[in-house]
Nanobody, 124 residues
Framework: QVQLVESGGGLVQAGGSLRLSCAAS????????MGWFRQAPGKEREFVAT????????LYADSVKGRFTISRDNAKNTVYLQMNSLKPEDTAVYYC?????????????????WGQGTQVTVSS
């Protein structure tokens, strides 16, 4: 089992940057595929990015490709989401999640463990 705690959200102007962090408990962090999702008011939770066990492979939603970067530090049991060139439509609660899948997965049903979320608000 793994517990996840996100941090780093906040209010930023359009064009600005934020870095989200997700700290995981447990000694098997490196065995999980990690992902970031987001949920805007009135919308479904959607995939943002995912990263492989050692960090060598990543997948991104088309809406964030080229602007967001997911990374992980297994020594620190932490996964990050660097968000640049933020847009008002990026406003959402951002969640990190852990999957026991054996390959990168984008469906939220594939992720077993979830953090509590951190709010990101981008003003125009």
């Amino acid at each position: 089992q793994v517990q996840l705690v996100e941090s780093g959200g906040g209010l930023v102007q359009a064009g600005g940057s934020l870095r989200l962090s997700c700290a995981a408990s447990g000694r098997t962090f490196s065995s999980y595929i990690m992902g970031w999702f987001r949920q805007a008011p009135g919308k479904e939770r959607e995939f943002v990015a995912t990263i492989s066990w050692k960090g060598g492979r990543q997948l991104y939603a088309d809406s964030v490709k080229g602007r967001f970067t997911i990374s992980r530090d297994n020594a620190k049991n932490t996964v990050y989401l660097q968000m640049n060139s933020l847009k008002p439509e990026d406003t959402a609660v951002y969640y990190c999640a852990a999957s026991e899948a054996t390959a990168l997965v984008v469906g939220k049903g594939n992720y077993r463990y979830w953090g509590q979320g951190t709010q990101v608000t981008v003003s125009s």
